[in-house]
């Protein structure tokens, strides 16, 4: 390559034409997330003299190595560090408010005081048909509310376990996406524009998956990412250009089991971890539910036992059933309460029996046990709530911390386009000076 | 080359971000305001919902013990009035028996007697068969059916039970519901029991007895009162009982006021709206969110490329 000012011009021209495409480029993209700040990368021209004693350089000009793409590992993993346990904590609490929501509006705990307050008014007239017809009533209005809560909270884990299954479709879609993406990163020229796009790919990939389940990612020379599921000594989910598949069963309790590939992963962050969890909390709801409405079946028939209806019969069950989902009331009519110990002879206004299943029901019973499920569920949202709202911070802080690296300043830009304009014109200064030598030169000749 | 600089982007979502944060903030108090309720679900404040649970639960079974209370009370009056009824006519009885006892009356005459003693028996028993406002027997006891039967030859028979059970007024109060037909028909004059009515029945035969024996009537007469002094006695004893136990009852009925307003103040303190703090706190608010929006749309009018 010859040295020559007309050379050297053209060269300085070619580059700042191309350092302003770029900002032209990162102007456009101003808005995009997932694409980070682009540079021109220049080196000099100079190639060593020929075969001479005196050792001369010859001078070209400037010529672009390449665009430089701004990128910053540790926050970028931080970013999807803190991104993952922020789906984790949110995916969480959903679940946990959906069985909250489920037993709160079923309107359990007011149906339970319900029955006992006819109870107590029963007791002032045990032989009145009305009072009887009432509480007969409130007790079915209460089977029905246990029914519809149980119903609610089916509804909830059906939806848990929606959400994590079109999880799991998205990792796997994405985990192919990122073999395809590793196999174009293999064949890319480095330095040039399609790298920087398939860097930019592989990343906004990464910060999807990461949101789903927590990974462990490794790069190599060229760019191409190895995912780990579920930390540095999970399974691996992508390895150059072959993805493996996410796969989940559930095994009694409502425990999510997921596997990469046959083997067992277990994640630790992800709205797929936060999903596993709210399953097994609205299971553990569940079961509380159920046992209390045993508790109820079992106190309401002992105390019915014991007794005789009005007509002198031995008391008939209470309820029907053994849990939640299929407590129902077993007595035909108000009539069929016993209210009156045994012994006592027909129509007889004794309440002693009333008293007890009164008692019952009263002293550690079904309302007290009601009042504890929905306490239990209602600190831990709230307990969950503050820890969500710490990782929400500390996630827009990483967010912010990386988006300050790799994200475009408008002014920036801006001071940057009068300075390659001013290189422009300055380089085209230069071709002018070169040319009018030239034509000196040849006139003089 | 790393520089910390500001992108528009991280700006933007920034800046719209404690906006968005501002505004919900504002929606919550407002919504606070107009419902008066600071508790939406439980997990807003767990303890505070569990306390208004335990407080509902007292208020609606408070609710029916005062119901029970008032129900009690009205029981007890009546047969605090049917009792007073029997009282005067046995003090009637006494006057006749009195009379009887002259022995100045002839026999015609105690005849008489012994049919207005008769005719004033069966007013005593139909005032012990007397009824609630719910048709249940007052004086049988637990049973519902009357509390003395009549049979074909003309001798009562209790037919109810022997106690007549507690009614619960709430808190472990409990009051009796009433009192049974034997605790102030029969009385224990010297040992033996005597039943009032059987008594008063033998008294109005004896002395419609037409027998020239009119000493032994006279007699049966003049003892008859010494038994009508002691059943007077019993019935006095059994109204003290009735009215000891309707002061009772008011004394319960007023402390069951008292309670319910301590709980409606707990219950405001723990779920209710501090009107005046929550209207300062939403003033404040829409104040910064006025504040941040103006910032806002005057920082991102500024841009270097309007001087280019």
């Known amino acids: 390559m010859s040295g020559s000012l007309l050379t050297i011009g053209r060269s300085g021209a070619l580059a700042a034409r191309a350092a302003l495409e770029l900002t032209g480029q990162n102007i456009a993209n101003a808005g995009n997330a997932g694409y980070a700040r682009r540079t021109l990368g220049l080196a000099e021209v100079a190639a060593a003299g020929g075969i001479g004693l005196t050792g001369s350089t010859v001078l070209s000009g400037v010529r672009a190595s390449g665009v430089e793409r701004t990128e910053v590992h540790f926050l970028r993993s931080e970013a999807r560090r803190s991104g993952s346990d922020l789906a984790r904590a949110q995916a969480e609490i959903g679940g946990l408010l959906a069985a909250e929501a489920a037993i709160e509006q079923s309107g359990l705990y007011p149906a339970i005081t319900g029955f006992e307050a006819s109870l107590a008014r029963l007791g002032s007239d045990p032989l009145n048909g009305a009072l009887r017809a009432d509480a007969l009533e409130q007790a079915r209005t209460l089977t029905q509310g246990f029914g519809s809560a149980a119903q609610s909270l089916d509804t909830a884990m059906d939806a848990v376990r929606a959400d994590a299954v079109s999880g799991i479709a998205e990792v796997n879609r994405i985990a192919t996406e990122l073999a395809r993406t590793n196999l ?45 599921l579920g930390g540095a000594g999970g399974p691996v989910l992508v390895a150059g250009a072959d993805a493996a598949s996410m796969t989940v069963a559930e095994a009694p309790g409502g425990m999510l089991q997921y596997a990469v590939g046959g083997t067992a992963v277990q994640l630790g962050s992800g709205s797929l971890a936060g999903q596993a969890q709210a399953l097994q909390q609205i299971s553990g709801a569940a079961e509380q539910l ?16 014991t007794g005789i209806t009005p007509a002198g019969n031995a008391g008939a069950l209470l309820f029907d059933g053994d849990n939640a989902r299929n407590i129902a009331v077993a007595l035909g009519d108000g009539a069929d309460f016993a209210t009156a110990p045994a012994g006592s002879g027909v129509n007889s206004r004794d309440t002693d029996n009333l008293d007890v299943l009164r008692a019952a029901l009263a002293n550690d019973g079904p309302a007290a046990a009601a009042d504890r499920l929905l306490f239990t569920l209602s600190s831990a949202i709230s307990g969950r709530g503050v820890t969500r709202d710490v990782l929400l911070t500390l996630s827009d802080t990483a967010q912010a911390a990386l988006q300050s690296q790799t994200g475009i300043d408008l002014d920036a830009e801006a001071a940057n386009l009068l300075r390659f304009q001013q290189a422009f014109q300055a380089n085209g200064k230069v071709m002018q000076a070169a040319v009018e030598i030239f034509d000196t030169m040849l006139r003089i000749g | 080359m790393s520089t910390i600089n500001n992108p528009s982007l991280a700006f933007h979502t920034r800046a719209t971000g404690q906006m968005n944060a501002l505004r919900r903030s504002a929606e919550q108090l407002q919504g606070q305001l107009a419902t008066g309720e600071r508790i939406g679900r439980s997990s807003d404040d767990p303890v505070a919902a569990a306390r208004l649970r335990s407080l509902g639960r007292a208020d609606r079974l408070a609710a029916v013990d005062a119901a029970n209370a008032s129900r009690a009370a009205s029981d007890l009056t009546l047969a605090g009035d049917a009792l007073e009824g029997i009282g005067a006519d046995l003090i009637r009885v006494r006057e006749l028996a009195l009379w009887a006892a002259n022995g100045a009356v002839s026999p015609e005459g105690r005849a008489v007697i012994g049919q207005e003693i008769g005719e004033l028996r069966t007013a005593i028993l139909a005032r012990a068969n007397a009824r609630d406002t719910f048709g249940n027997a007052l004086f049988a006891g637990q049973a519902s059916a009357a509390a003395y039967v009549t049979a074909a030859d003309g001798t009562t028979t209790y037919a109810g039970t022997a106690q007549a059970g507690e009614l619960s007024l709430g808190e472990g109060q409990s009051v009796g519901r009433g009192v049974t037909g034997p605790q102030f028909l029969s009385t224990a004059n010297g040992g033996t029991t005597t039943d009032v009515l059987a008594f008063l029945r033998n008294l109005s035969t004896a002395l419609q007895t037409p027998s020239g024996d009119s000493a032994a009537a006279a007699d049966a007469a003049s003892s008859a009162i010494g038994i009508l002094d002691d059943a007077l006695d019993t019935l006095n004893r059994t109204q003290t009982i009735i009215g000891a136990r309707l002061a009772w009852i008011e004394t319960v009925q007023d402390r069951q006021v008292t309670t319910t307003e301590a709980r409606a103040e707990q219950s405001a303190d723990a779920g209710g709206v501090d009107f005046a703090a929550t209207v300062a706190r939403l003033q404040q608010t829409l104040t910064a969110l006025d504040a941040s929006q103006t910032g806002f749309a005057r920082l991102s009018s500024l841009s270097l490329f309007d001087a280019i």
């Open chain 1, 184 to 228: 174009g990163l293999a064949r890319v020229q480095d330095g040039s524009t399609g790298k920087a796009a398939l860097l930019d790919q592989r990343d906004a990939l990464l910060a999807s998956l990461a949101e789903q389940a927590g990974i462990a990612a490794e790069f190599d020379a060229v760019g191409r990412a190895t995912l780990r």
């Open chain 1, 290 to 305: 159920d046992d209390l409405a045993a508790l109820l079946i079992a106190r309401g028939n002992a105390a019915q036992t």
